[in-house]
């Protein structure tokens, strides 16, 4: 199986900061990689998919790109909407794997 | 517009059966790939298992093999999760995600709201 690690776990930035949130996968995924946002109670959405595609409707301040086995989700301005954990998901496989999780607070 | 609608869920004991279902509107069902992901209070997303468009093929996560089995009716437009021999891991809210086309190595782009499975005695 294909693990996938996410760092930070926790993060707390501004109104207007960019953020960055990194994801590592065990084994190449190519550029099969997806981010989802989920709010409390909700269901995820997705963001991004093919590691770096914005899905329609998603603000623009949303980017994703890769670099070899690591992804990077990245906010151009924080917004206080963006509250929520984001995860990565792999594809290259059948056996879909997420992230952990990372929970993005607003200061 | 795309809806998924969950249903099925609820408590059950250690041992116990559920039959979760998923009502698919706002698209052609039958050319998509559906999957089940399920996440235990406070912790991440799962993936359980994914069907095919035409039942080809079907997948398990390890830990529910034997255990459960993914159906779909391609005339009603839902998605099935037949649970047997549930486990107190098993308790989580249990979403069905569409996949983007038809195979089964897909990103998720539409989601359920979710149903609440709890196993306890």
């Known amino acids: 199986d294909i693990q996938m690690t996410q760092s930070p776990s926790t993060l707390s930035a501004s109104v207007g900061d960019r953020v960055t949130i990194t994801c590592r996968a065990s084994?190449?995924?190519?550029?099969?990689l997806a981010w989802y946002q989920q709010k409390p109670g909700k269901a995820p959405k997705l963001l991004i998919y093919d590691a770096s595609n914005l899905e329609s409707g998603v603000p623009s301040r949303f980017s994703g790109s890769r670099s070899g086995t690591e992804f990077t989700l990245t906010i151009s301005s924080l917004q206080p909407d963006d509250s929520a954990t984001y995860y990565c998901q792999q594809y290259n496989s059948y056996f879909r794997t997420f992230g952990q999780g990372t929970k993005l607070e607003i200061k | 517009e795309v809806q998924l609608v969950e249903s099925g869920g609820g408590p059950v004991k250690p041992g116990g059966s559920l039959r979760l279902s998923c009502a698919a509107s706002g698209f052609s069902f039958s050319d998509y790939s559906m999957n089940w992901v399920r996440q235990a209070p406070g912790k991440g997303l799962e993936w359980v298992s994914c069907?095919?468009?035409?039942?080809?093929?079907?997948y398990y996560t390890d830990s529910v093999k034997g255990r459960f089995t993914i159906s779909r009716d391609n005339a009603k437009n839902a998605l099935y999760l037949q649970m047997n021999s549930l486990r107190a891991d098993d308790t989580a809210v249990y979403y069905c995600a569409r996949g983007t086309d038809s195979s089964s190595s897909t990103h998720f782009d539409y989601w359920g709201q979710g149903t609440q499975v709890a196993v306890s005695s």
């Open positions: 069907i095919s468009s035409s039942h080809d093929y079907i």
């Open positions: 084994h190449t995924v190519s550029s099969w």
